[in-house]
Nanobody, 111 residues
Framework: QVRLVESGGGLVQPGGSLRLSCVASRSISSIYIMAWHRQAPGKSREFVATITGGGTTTYRDSVKGRFTISRDNAKNTVYLHMNSLKPEDTAVYFC?????WGQGTQVTVSS
């Protein structure tokens, strides 16, 4: 059972950037789909982005062109590069894969 640990969250001004990391406790080479989700206060958890083992990516419409998901199988790590951040991106961001979830990392976008 893989364990996932997210990091990289924080407070950033609108228009700023952050890079989230998700480190797995074992190789992710065999995990076909890795994903990022987020949950804002008072709202349901929602899909943000996915990446397959072959590098195919999908994004929710509201983050297309601003967020980029990537994976480094050699480092057992999945990344979420977030640019042009907006206040509505404020949420706890979770990494998911192989049926497991991380504990989340808080992202707050505010001036």
């Amino acid at each position: 059972q893989v364990r996932l640990v997210e990091s990289g969250g924080g407070l950033v001004q609108p228009g700023g950037s952050l890079r989230l990391s998700c480190v797995a406790s074992r190789s992710i080479s065999s995990i076909y789909i890795m994903a990022w989700h987020r949950q804002a206060p008072g709202k349901s958890r929602e899909f943000v982005a996915t990446i397959t083992g072959g590098g195919t990516t999908t994004y929710r419409d509201s983050v297309k062109g601003r967020f980029t998901i990537s994976r480094d199988n050699a480092k057992n790590t999945v990344y979420l590069h977030m640019n042009s951040l907006k206040p509505e991106d404020t949420a706890v961001y979770f990494c998911a894969g192989d049926g497991q979830w991380g504990q989340g990392t808080q992202v707050t976008v505010s001036s």
